[in-house]
């Protein structure tokens, strides 16, 4: 918690109750001299171990040794070789679980700052793009355009390839864009760095849905060697307790997107969405923690149900911290059991029960209880379900051959990314399920490669 607090008070410069009702960015980057200042603090370990934390391996020590000589172009230049979108990871990364958990410096102390580094060489940093291979003439297809396809298709562009990315939504990004939102991810460093990635020579069509407007299959004949499907888990879960179908309960995923990429707070925008007086957000990632934040922009007091400690919470701690300093109240150890609504079928209240931890389990989490008789309620005229996702079955439903497990997952070899079907490879949170950003960008790179590996094995 001593590093949050030096990196609170160095990063955000609004008052949370003033930015608790605007959209703009509420962690700010690092100035020149901050940057130079934190970068000195890397002891460049030989084999460094943060490097092993990131899933695509960007160069850590090397990138920092550039910020801290002033060579942010440089810099930028080392984090691009392995990394297509290293403005949107310097933000959104839980780095605390990544590279920053591995590195030397945490062992006694802070870890250095290895996210906010990233994202001052992005924000700061100019570079040309990796000039692509000579043109092989084949044509490879990508299915979604979130982080994990931009990866693969930027790699495939590298070597050579001609890739069609095929986007359901009418904008790129996938999770970047209808996801995240724009105080913690603005959509102008989005779209700045996925143009970077289609200048790499990818052709972007949007409004099409692969599985209705053409299938997998489709594409195969029409020419396309090899399919990724980088089609994310936008399917929303739900706790299916009574009361579920009430008016004003939302899914996250939907509210998000009302939110994010339909500008439903705008007043210049015809997509309005419901002024709330008492919202609760049921969940403790960071989809809950967004939802929750957005509810307060938009309105009204909010509150987070969570049924473990917080302790517990799956949330990138910052994102904990900014929700509580913005005002929105946790309700921890609480579990719902029904939704309440009324005569009209708006919902009004949720019935929850108190929870208490118990034994670890199997991963070493420890299970949750609940306590008999210790049911309340707490106000809701808005109730927003963030409790995880899964993948849409659209494409294993129109693929023959495509295999997914119980939950929606496709399934892959143990390389993570090659699937049942011959000629089509999946990764991202079409695979993992709900995961990270850069989690979904290292099965893309990793896919882009095997993609290679088999198409050339094509041809022999
Ligand atoms: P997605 O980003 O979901 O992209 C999939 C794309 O495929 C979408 O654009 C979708 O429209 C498109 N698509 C789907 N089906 C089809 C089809 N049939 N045809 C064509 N296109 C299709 N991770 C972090 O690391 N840090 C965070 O702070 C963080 N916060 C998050 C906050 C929210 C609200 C959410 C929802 C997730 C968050 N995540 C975070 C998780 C992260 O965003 C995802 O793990 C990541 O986006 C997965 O990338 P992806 O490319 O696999 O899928
Ligand atoms: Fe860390 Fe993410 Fe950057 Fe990798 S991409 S070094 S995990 S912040
Ligand atoms: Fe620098 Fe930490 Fe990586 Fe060592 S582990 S090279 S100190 S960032």
């Given at each position: 918690?001593a590093?949050?607090q030096?990196?609170?008070t160095?990063?955000?410069?609004?008052?949370?109750?003033v930015?608790n009702?605007?959209w703009?960015?509420?962690a700010?980057?690092y100035?020149f001299?901050?940057?130079?200042?934190e970068a000195?603090?890397?002891?460049?370990?030989?084999?460094?171990?943060?490097i092993?934390?990131c899933?695509v391996?960007?160069?850590?020590?090397d990138?920092i040794?550039?910020?801290e000589?002033?060579?942010?172009d440089?810099?930028?230049?080392i984090?691009k070789?392995?990394n297509a979108?290293?403005?949107?990871?310097?933000r959104v990364?839980?780095q605390e679980?990544q590279?920053?958990a591995?590195?030397?410096r945490g062992?006694?102390?802070?870890?250095?700052?290895?996210g906010?580094?990233e994202r001052f060489a992005a924000d700061?940093?100019v570079?040309?793009e990796?000039?692509p291979?000579?043109d092989?003439?084949i044509?490879?297809?990508?299915?979604g355009?979130?982080?994990?396809?931009?990866?693969?298709?930027k790699?495939?562009c590298?070597m050579g390839?001609r890739?069609h990315i095929?986007?359901?939504l009418?904008?790129?990004?996938?999770?970047?864009?209808?996801?995240?939102?724009?105080?913690?991810?603005?959509k102008?460093?989005v779209?700045?760095?996925i143009?970077?990635?289609?200048?790499a020579?990818?052709v972007?069509?949007t409004n099409s849905?692969i599985?209705?407007?053409?299938?997998?299959d489709?594409?195969?004949?029409a020419?396309f060697?090899?399919?990724y499907?980088?089609?994310?888990?936008?399917l929303?879960?739900?706790?299916?307790?009574e009361?579920?179908?009430?008016?004003?309960v939302?899914s996250?995923n939907?509210y998000?997107?009302r939110?994010?990429?339909m500008?439903?707070?705008?007043n210049d925008?015809?997509?309005p969405?419901k002024?709330s007086k008492?919202?609760?957000?049921i969940?403790?990632?960071?989809?809950?923690?967004d939802?929750?934040?957005?509810?307060?922009r938009?309105?009204?007091d909010?509150?987070?149900?969570?049924?473990?400690s917080?302790?517990?919470?799956p949330?990138?701690?910052?994102?904990?911290?900014?929700a509580?300093?913005e005002?929105?109240v946790f309700?921890l150890?609480?579990n719902p059991?029904?939704?309440n609504?009324?005569?009209?079928?708006?919902a009004s209240?949720v019935?929850?029960?108190k929870?208490?931890l118990?034994?670890?389990?199997?991963?070493?989490r420890?299970?949750v209880v609940?306590?008999?008789n210790?049911?309340?309620?707490?106000?809701a005229?808005?109730?927003i379900?963030?409790?995880?996702?899964?993948?849409n079955p659209?494409?294993k439903?129109?693929?023959?051959?495509?295999?997914s497990d119980k939950?929606g997952?496709?399934?892959?070899?143990?390389?993570?990314?090659?699937?049942t079907?011959?000629g089509v490879?999946a990764?991202g949170?079409?695979?993992?399920?709900?995961?990270?950003?850069?989690?979904?960008?290292?099965?893309g790179?990793?896919a882009a490669?095997?993609?290679?590996e088999?198409?050339?094995g094509?041809?022999?």
């Open positions: 918690m590093n949050m030096t990196q609170k160095k990063m955000c410069i609004q008052q949370p109750h930015r009702k605007n703009k960015e509420v700010l980057g100035t001299d901050e940057a130079k200042n000195a603090r890397c002891l460049h370990c030989k084999n460094a171990p943060c092993s934390g899933p391996n960007v160069q850590i020590p990138f040794k550039e910020i000589k002033g060579n942010t440089k810099a930028l230049k984090i070789e392995t979108l290293p403005a949107v990871c310097g990364c839980p679980k590279c920053e591995r590195c030397v062992r006694k102390g802070e870890s250095v700052a290895i906010r580094l700061n940093g570079c040309e990796i000039k291979e000579k092989k003439g044509k490879v297809a990508v299915v355009s979130g982080p994990s396809s931009l990866s693969c298709a790699d495939l590298a390839y890739v095929f986007e359901a009418h904008l790129p990004g996938g999770v970047l864009e209808y996801g995240i939102p724009e105080f913690r991810l603005p102008e460093i779209r700045k760095e143009e970077t990635v289609i200048s020579g990818a972007l069509e849905v599985g209705k407007t053409e299938s997998v489709e594409l195969l004949d020419g060697s090899a399919v499907i980088g089609s994310g888990a936008g929303p879960n739900f706790m299916e307790i009361g579920e179908s009430a008016n004003g939302f996250a939907e998000l997107t939110v994010n990429l500008k439903a707070y705008r925008y015809d997509t969405i002024q008492n919202v609760c957000v969940g403790g990632g960071n989809v809950a923690m939802a929750a934040r957005c509810a307060k938009v309105g009204g909010v509150k987070i149900i969570y049924r473990r917080e302790e517990e919470m949330a990138r701690r910052e994102e904990i911290m900014h509580k300093e005002g929105i309700e150890l609480a059991v029904k939704i609504a009324d005569e009209k079928g708006n209240s019935t929850c029960i929870m208490k118990g034994e670890e389990d199997e991963k070493g420890k299970r609940p306590i008999e210790s049911e309340f309620e707490i106000k005229d808005t109730v379900v963030a409790v995880g996702t899964s993948p659209l494409l439903s129109t693929t023959p051959g495509l295999e939950k997952r496709i399934v892959t070899a143990d390389d993570g990314v090659t699937t079907r011959e490879f990764g949170d079409a695979v993992t399920g709900a995961a990270t950003v850069i989690e979904a960008m290292g099965a790179k990793k490669k095997k993609i290679d088999y198409i050339k094509l041809s022999k």
